[in-house]
């Protein structure tokens, strides 16, 4: 008889405090204040394109991506002419008052290559400059959407 009442008052009992547990991590997490955590990022995008006169279709093409974490940065930097072997790379640098400072890697005509790159982000565009002239990487291209 009594194993008969005590079961049912050992279920009561395991309900009540589970429910009261759950209740409290409910109330213990809404109160802690939120965190933004390092790994957010902002990606930002530009994009410049020269159509040939004659030949619309064919086209110029510079491309910039810029994905900001913190005051980490990483992207990648592309020149693609429609007639010549392309240019691509990535960097990798920091960003302080929105000017990155950064190590450009890239691929042209076969050959790798390095330069350090600075990238200016203004509202309606990037400036970038850099490397020796012949390199061709200072330009200004425009922020399009991602």
């Known amino acids: 008889m009594r194993y008969s009442l005590l079961c049912p008052l050992l279920i009561l009992i395991a309900v009540v405090g589970c429910t009261a547990t759950d209740q409290q991590a409910e109330t213990t997490s809404s109160t802690e204040p939120q965190v933004i955590t390092e790994g957010v990022s902002d990606k930002q995008c ?3 394109e020269y159509p040939f006169e004659d030949n619309p279709e064919q086209k110029d093409v510079e491309s910039l991506t810029v994905d900001i974490q913190g005051e980490r940065v990483t992207g990648e930097y592309d020149w693609t002419p429609a007639l010549k072997g ?7 640098g920091s960003i302080s008052d929105d000017v990155i400072t950064a190590d450009y890697e890239y691929m042209q005509e076969g050959q790798s290559g390095e330069a350090e790159i600075t990238i200016r982000l203004e509202p309606e565009q990037a400036v970038v400059e850099g490397g020796v002239p012949e390199l061709g990487l200072n330009t200004t291209i425009v922020r399009v959407d991602c």
């Open 46 to 48: 530009f994009r410049n």
């Open 86 to 92: 392309a240019r691509t790379g990535s960097f990798n």
